[in-house]
């Protein structure tokens, strides 16, 4: 049976679930967020709750940062990435503290020419300490029409989700030397901005940049966060307090649904992970469509 903690989770995470699926979230692009590189390229309409950012040339891109610092909580966003050609362009959605020796957890959607998928990449910084990345293909066109990609993160883990589907899991290990963010405020970003020396297929596929602009459009913010404006002087103390919502013990686990799902995408769609020596992973397609059927059935 269900502890309580997690049955209220669980009705918590349906509910704001609904809530960005129709848009009625406690936070907008407008009131909470302010353009800090580029304001000229990017645009919002339907009181803040629709925001496109265009990048028109290879040193003009986009950044949109929020209003609150935190630590620990959930943010999201609904995401429509560049259609067609988007080869050398990079999406992102991520949190990030600010200077030296940062901590950064990261989705960053790599684009491709067109007709070949995106590249899902995932990573995490913590005393500016990275090289943790996982990449994934996306199981469905993210360019065709809204998705909503979640960080969660408290002192036990971090997750990453895809339309509530956990990809990945990276726990804290620091007690074995394993460097994770505890204590730096962090800002969520959105961004996009040009990278074709790296960024598709190694870098052999540059920019069509007749093709600009390139716009990704998002809908829909949603901060459940430890406010540390509102923490005061005991932040990052307050926010690692257990009374807090994400740092529920049933919190530090995934519930047996999401590993089954957890496991089909990174068995399935796994095209990177740095804990396999830095090979890439190749998986058959006949493994792709089997594990399609968990994560869609």
């Not at 067609?84 to 030296?100: E, Q, R």
């Not at 029409?145 to 997750?159: G, L, Q, S, V």
């Not at 496991?263 to 998986?283: F, H, S």
Request: include cysteine; charged fraction near 20%; aromatic fraction near 12%.
């Amino acid at each position: 049976m269900a502890s309580p903690a997690k049955a209220a989770l669980v009705a918590a995470v349906a509910l704001v679930a609904v809530a960005l699926e129709v848009g009625l979230v406690g936070a907008n692009f407008r009131d909470d967020c302010d353009i800090t590189w580029e304001p000229q390229n990017a645009k919002m309409d339907e009181g803040g709750n629709h925001l496109t950012l265009s990048l028109v040339s290879n040193s003009s891109g986009c950044m949109l940062r929020s209003k609150k610092q935190f630590i620990f909580g959930s943010v999201s966003t609904r995401i429509k990435l560049v259609k067609g050609n988007s080869a050398g362009t990079v999406t992102t959605y991520y949190t990030s503290s600010i200077g030296d020796n940062h901590d950064e957890i990261d989705f960053e959607f790599l684009g491709n020419e067109t007709g070949q998928p995106y590249t899902v990449h995932t990573n995490v910084f913590a005393d500016g300490i990275g090289q943790k990345e996982m990449q994934f293909r996306p199981w469905f066109d993210p360019t065709a029409d809204y998705h909503n990609y979640t960080i969660f993160w408290n002192e036990c883990m971090i997750a990453w989700f895809i339309d509530s589907i956990p990809i990945r899991v990276f726990r804290n290990y620091s007690a074995r030397g394993v460097p994770f963010p505890t204590r730096q405020q962090m800002y969520a970003f959105s961004s996009i901005w040009a990278a074709e020396d790296w960024a598709t297929q190694g870098g052999r596929v540059k920019t069509d940049w007749a093709k600009a602009p390139f716009v990704a459009e998002y809908r829909d913010i949603n901060l459940q966060v430890c406010d540390c404006a509102t923490s005061g002087a005991t932040c990052p103390e307050s926010c690692a307090s257990p009374a807090n919502w994400y740092a529920a013990p049933d919190l530090c686990q995934r519930s047996k649904a999401q590993l089954r799902q957890m496991r089909a995408v990174q068995l399935g769609y796994t095209i990177y992970d740095y804990c396999a020596d830095g090979k890439e992973v190749q998986r058959h397609g006949a493994a792709r469509v089997q594990h399609a059927a968990v994560l869609t059935g």
